[in-house]
């Protein structure tokens, strides 16, 4: 069943903000526009959205403060739209607090499929709080510790539970290297890249049925990763 959401797009260009308003409004979603940085915060303020799609390149200022402003008082989910396509752009967007990233031109079915993907995580809530995950023939039993893939007991060392559990905790989210880093290594660690490379390379091994071709840790080419049950 469809989920029926509030959603706030910021968007200076009048057609993109159409184009995305009636592609929402296809599905049933309430949707309230704006189209700089300071009327995206009173429309965020006063309207409390459930899901947020913002543009970068607003005519008073980046929107990355609009998203960092957000996060200090809601857990919503952000879907960045933009023209900037450079790593270091998705990468500051998403370490400030965006879910997800969707370059410009984009069609209609893949804003719509990333707009699902985010509402269900977030009517879901944080995956941690069920006592069980699984994905594939992989279960994960969070208050024992204990993994297990097609019913036999899986070792996983202790770096690649926590990244197993990080990103599981967070599906349809792009985690950025420096936010999985911060939370599994610490946050000394935030240029060591490559212990995320070789753990994650571990980790496929033993849990995706085909690690060249992996279905449920996702990369997401030099900003992170996916989870995607």
Sequence with gaps: MALHARILVVEDEPDIRRFVRLTLQTEGHEVHEASSLQRGLIEAGSRRPDLAIVDLGLPDGDGVDLIRDLR??????????SARSGEADKVAALDAGADDYLVKPFGAAELLARVRAQLRRQALGPAASEPLLRFGSVSVDLARRVVERDGEPLHLTPIEYRLLTHLAGQPDRVVTHQQLLKSVWGPGHAQDTHYVRVHMANLRKKVEADPSM???????AGIGYRFRA
């Design 214 to 220: 992996p279905r449920h840790l996702l990369t997401e």
């Design 72 to 81: 200090t008082w809601s857990t919503a989910p952000v879907i960045v739209l």
